[in-house]
């Protein structure tokens, strides 16, 4: 979750007021945004995904502001038409479509202030911007520009610049393998046949996003004044948004808005565009949601607490807001501005009959009566290693593999449940024998499911001791199916994991459930064990299915 | 209690209730005494102590002096380490002895101490070896497998000694032994015989022949270690020496009743001899549930007390029912490959089916279908949801029973893994259990769903609850839940609730009817009880800790 550090007495200066920690503290949580601590003056807080409008001081002093009563209701935010063009080419299409841009003039700025614009643009690149990949930002001083502004792609060999600190000009092939963040950022131009640049009037390469801004236009500083800003990407609303959010919080420093011309071709799109979107809003639903009875005079109040205009039955949402997709959205806003703690909580809805899953029960009844038996439960993972599952088992198996396991260790989904046991043996070659256990867990083998892999529950038993051998793990199958009334044959098989001759297949009703032996002492070398092991596994799905008949 | 004791040979008397003795049989002996201990600790008196010993307290009282030292009562009575051990502590325990331990400076065997006291010493085994006159130097050292610095070691000794003569023979040098040596093999070394003794021993008791040998045999490589150790010596209280004075031979008392003596009906010649019931026994171990499954059959018995139903489905599912079905964006991060495990070949991802409600999810996710949401505004690939996955929650398990649902309304509840692409540490498992619960209700709204939370929360121990907005990709209002922790004073939290949206249950459902759902991490919530820090620990299956770990008692 994105995180933001706060200067206290900043936001306090924003928001025209001063309050004290602990109210602040509470403010701040009842806001729904998650204060990680307040520390002298600096407060760190988790912001939400859905909230990236909250990732600058001016933006959280916006919505606290309102939400605390100091400015409450919808912003103004006036735009006024500048004369100047952004010309979108047509070449950019196949390789980053859209751009959103704005010019916001009149600003001042100082060191602090600087830093945080250029906060602001990491943050939301991060987390909105999925790491430039969905939006990626650029501000640009404008003084160095001479517009019109064109958004094209070009030959990674015939774009040539002098990247943001960098000691000279290089082409944008070179750019990506050479400068950090084309090392950093280059996979999302990964395969494309020509990079998208912003050139000015002048022919100079003003950036090539998603990677680095030219080092002639160079950065904002304290002399900027105006500055132009750009969003890239390649949904058009979220490039709005993205766009907006920052414009907001540039004219809450000061400035003055002023759109541009997005010429796409013959489409003309105005940007940016702060008129609030109009949400329709019924009254009946907020409070059957809620389960409250707002009348029509409450709603414009408890909007107004989180920023929002209300007229005729609808919202009016500023523009900087993503996260209002639905009518639900605003309801979750009342319920925020009324206070989920003054929500008092109604007795459950009416009674319903509860009810255990079947086998859920029957693994109950297993574990039952093996605890009866003096077993120990164990709890093992369904993640484990094929080579513990195959090599050290001196089987072939054949097992579902993790496409992008964490290690090695885990890098399969378990096929059969001995090796976990073994592997918990393995484990445990200092405590005192007998160590007789058991567990219930999923197995996992490729089949004909809407996942491709079939699941099976089963059960597995090991007897480890001086004394374990093919008797006793029989003695325990057959109390086992006897207290079920379960008939059986045991018949012998070949298992390559288990010593010849003592490995026996079980059948219940003409169905293969599972099999015992004796564990072959070279999977007991593979595992490094030194005391005889007697193995069981049984597929308890299918003894469930043979019992529901 | 009463307690009827055997005076010597005379009158049987009985203690009454009031103190005073009661003179019960004038005849003697046929009568059969249960003698049993009722008040605890130092009060016994001499005959119910010695009534009470053991046979292997008979053993060894006898040799406790003022002071005698634990090795040298192992030699007297013959008996191995541990039993002498046991009876010295049950001794201590009845008031007859007193124990005193003394960590100091003291002689230990070392490795080849150990060796040369069961084996012999290595120059009694070259004398023994020596066949005849002028053995072979090789012949003795095979003989007696002695290793060459053994040989070099022992060859030196003996002829310091006197014990052997060198010759240089064709085959090489030949030894023979002297009269001396001789002696010395038939009566033993004094070094052999220091060997012999138990350890570990005081070096400051040690008499004269027992100083030369040890001074000898401390400049032989890994024989005998000065270090730390415990030397235990023992002596006799008074009330042990007055139980030596009386007599302890004892024997006529009978260790366990027989079928046998049932049968005969002997038992009523005889006495039972009188265990002291304050010692403690081994313990011992039985079968088990395992703890988390302990906790977990609690949890989901108050989701039974509710009226839930509890859900099932499989652990692998396509990122469709996962991830799509619940309006969790194709770009959210949660999706990638570090957060979440997806199942394949390294090369490609396993690709699963889609039910044909993946037509009413695509233009929810696009354009909000008919919901009137805006949707996520972006095209949905079909390929992403058919990619397989290890579920991340269980919320898929919801999606999965939604889909299905005819009738409402209906609460259902789940207490299964889930799996995140974590690397195992002390606050990260990958795979871990996940509790949740849906109430699906056209009548259902918030007010309600803090009301289940409270009661629910409640139910787990927790008296006091309360939530703050929170955000999750497929609820709205969401909330996070935290409650009041009793023992740590503070509100922590414990988990997430909300209001399904409606670009949830309108595909789903068929129309948007609010679903109340709420869930917590189950692994985090019982640690506290099991007294663990590390996360890991529930899953170690550390055979003593599952032996021994607290029983889930609530």
């Not at chain 1, 080419?89 to 980053?96: G, I």
């Not at chain 1, 607490?305 to 209300?310: D, Q």
């Amino acid at each position: 979750m994105p995180t933001i550090t706060l200067n206290k007495r900043v936001l306090e200066s924003l928001m025209g007021k001063r309050i004290p920690p602990a109210q602040l503290q509470e403010r701040i949580s009842s806001l729904g945004v998650a204060l990680e601590k307040i520390e002298g003056n600096e407060i760190l807080l988790e912001v939400f995904p859905n909230r990236p409008d909250l990732l600058s001081e001016q933006g959280f002093a916006r919505a606290l502001s309102s939400f605390l009563g100091i400015r409450p209701g919808l912003r103004e935010y006036p735009v006024t038409p500048s004369k100047h063009i952004v010309i979108i080419s047509p070449s950019v299409a196949a390789v980053r479509p859209y751009t959103a841009c704005a010019l916001v003039q009149g600003l001042r700025l100082d060191d602090e202030r600087i830093a945080e614009i250029i906060r602001i643009q990491e943050k939301l690149h991060g987390s909105y911007g999925r790491d430039r990949k969905r939006v990626a930002i650029g501000i640009y001083p404008f003084e160095r520009i001479t517009p019109p502004i064109t958004f094209q792609a070009l030959p990674p060999d015939e774009i040539r610049f002098r990247p943001l600190d960098f000691s000279h000009a290089i082409t944008g092939r070179e750019i990506l393998a050479q400068h950090p963040a084309g090392r950093a950022y280059g996979s999302l131009l990964a395969g494309a046949e020509k990079y998208p640049v912003f050139t000015d009037a002048k022919g100079n390469v003003l950036s090539m996003p998603p990677i680095i801004n030219s080092h002639e236009t160079g950065r904002i500083d304290a002399e900027t004044t105006d500055v132009f800003v750009e969003c890239s990407g390649f949904q058009y609303p979220v490039l709005q948004a993205c766009l907006n959010i920052i414009v907001a919080a540039l004219a809450d420093m000061g400035g003055r808005i002023h759109s541009l011309e997005m010429h796409y071709g013959k489409t003309k799109r105005i940007s940016p565009d702060f008129t609030p979107r109009n949400v329709p809003l019924s009254l009946d639903y907020v409070n059957a949601r809620l389960g409250l009875r707002l009348s029509e005079q409450d709603i414009p109040r408890l909007l107004a607490a989180m920023g929002h205009g209300y007229q005729k039955r609808s919202a009016l949402v500023p523009a900087y807001r993503a996260d209002i997709l639905h009518q639900i959205d605003l309801v979750e806003d009342i319920a925020i501005a009324y206070g989920y703690g003054n929500l008092p909580p109604q007795a459950p809805l009416g009674a319903t009959v509860g009810s255990e899953d079947p086998f859920s029960r029957f693994q109950a009844k297993l574990a039952e009566l093996l605890t009866g038996l003096g077993l120990l439960e164990v709890n093992t993972y369904h993640l484990i290693s094929a080579a513990a599952q195959q090599g050290m088992m001196c089987s072939s198996i054949p097992v579902v593999l993790l496409h992008n396991p964490s290690s090695k260790e885990y890098d399969s989904l378990r096929a059969w449940m001995l090796p976990s046991l073994l592997d918990v043996l393995a484990r445990n070659t200092h405590h005192e024998y007998p160590q007789n256990l058991f567990d219930l867990g999923t197995a996992f083998r490729r089949g004909p499911t809407d996942t491709g892999v079939t699941e099976h529950q089963h059960l597995a038993v090991v007897l480890c001791g001086e004394r374990a051998n093919f008797t006793a793990i029989r003695q325990v199958m057959d109390y086992l199916l006897r207290m079920l009334g379960v008939g059986y044959q045991v018949r012998a098989m070949e298992h390559t994991s288990f010593i010849p001759g003592r490995v026996g297949e079980i059948y219940a009703a003409k169905t293969a459930l599972g099999q015992m032996g004796e564990v072959h002492p070279q999977v007991l070398a593979n595992f490094k064990l030194e005391m005889p092991v007697a193995g069981l596994e049984i597929d308890v799905s299918g003894l469930f299915s043979l019992l529901q008949k | 209690m009463s307690l009827t004791g055997n005076v010597g040979q005379h009158g049987h008397f009985r203690s009454r209730a009031d103190g005073n003795l009661e003179e019960i049989f004038r005849e003697a002996p046929s009568t059969t005494t249960f003698l049993y201990l009722a008040t605890p600790y130092l009060c016994m008196d001499v005959q119910e102590a010695i009534a009470a010993l053991h046979p292997l307290e008979r053993a060894v009282l006898p040799h406790i002096r003022e002071s005698s030292r634990f090795p040298d009562i192992v030699a007297a009575t013959k008996l191995k380490d541990v039993e002498v051990m046991r009876a010295l502590q049950w001794l201590s325990n009845k008031g007859l002895i007193t124990i005193h331990e003394d960590v100091r400076e003291a002689i230990t065997l070392g490795e080849n101490g150990q060796r040369y006291r069961e084996q012999g010493l290595p120059e009694i085994l070259f004398l023994r070896h020596i066949t005849g006159i002028a053995t072979p130097l090789e012949s003795i050292q095979q003989g007696a497998h002695l290793s060459p610095e053994e040989l070099r070691a022992s060859l030196g000794l003996l002829r310091k000694k006197g014990a052997i003569t060198i010759s240089a023979e064709k085959q090489g040098t030949a030894v023979s032994i002297t009269a001396p040596g001789k002696q010395m093999l038939q009566r033993g070394s004094l070094e052999s015989a220091f060997l012999a003794q138990p350890f570990p021993r005081d070096p400051a008791a040690l008499r004269d022949e027992d100083r030369y040998a040890y001074e000898e045999l401390k400049k032989r490589k890994g024989i005998l270690v000065v270090k730390p150790a415990t030397l235990r010596t023992a002596s006799l209280t008074e009330l042990g020496k007055a139980a030596l004075q009386a007599g302890i031979k004892g024997g006529r008392s009978v260790e366990a009743l027989t079928p046998e003596l049932i049968r005969s009906r002997a038992w009523r010649q005889k006495t039972f001899r009188a265990y002291d019931v304050r010692s403690p026994v081994p313990a011992i171990s039985g079968g088990r549930r395992h703890f988390v499954r302990q906790a977990a059959a609690y949890i989901r018995q108050i989701w039974l007390e509710m009226g839930f139903q509890e859900m099932s489905g499989t652990l692998a599912q396509t990122a469709f029912w996962d991830l799509d079905a619940l309006f969790v964006p194709q770009d959210h991060p949660a999706r990638q490959m570090q957060d979440t495990f997806y199942l394949g070949d390294g090369r490609q991802v396993l690709r699963g089916t889609l039910p044909p409600l993946a037509d009413a999810v695509r233009s929810v996710h696009e354009h909000g279908g008919k919901t009137g949401s805006t949707g996520w505004q972006c095209p949905w690939d079909r390929h992403l949801a058919e990619e397989v996955l290890l579920r991340t929650h269980t919320t898929v398990l919801s999606a999965r029973y939604l889909s299905q649902l005819k009738e409402f309304p209906a609460k259902f509840f789940s207490v299964g893994r889930v799996f995140r692409n974590e690397t195992l540490d002390w606050k990260h498992l990958f795979e871990l259990n996940q509790v949740e619960g849906i109430v699906v209700d056209p009548d259902a709204n918030l007010r309600h769903l803090l009301g289940y939370i409270t009661t629910f929360f409640t139910k787990l121990g927790f008296s006091q609850v309360r939530v703050r907005p929170a955000h999750f990709p497929y609820t709205e209002p969401s909330a996070e839940v935290e409650v009041f922790h009793p023992l740590k004073k503070s509100w922590i939290e414990l988990g997430g609730a909300g209001i399904f949206r409606p670009e949830v249950t309108a595909p789903l459902l068929g129309k948007d009817i609010p679903v109340l759902a709420w869930g917590f991490g189950l692994e985090r919530s019982i640690m506290d009880y099991f007294s663990l820090t590390d996360i890991r620990d529930l899953y170690r299956n550390d055979i003593k800790q599952l032996r021994e770990i607290r029983q889930w008692m609530r």
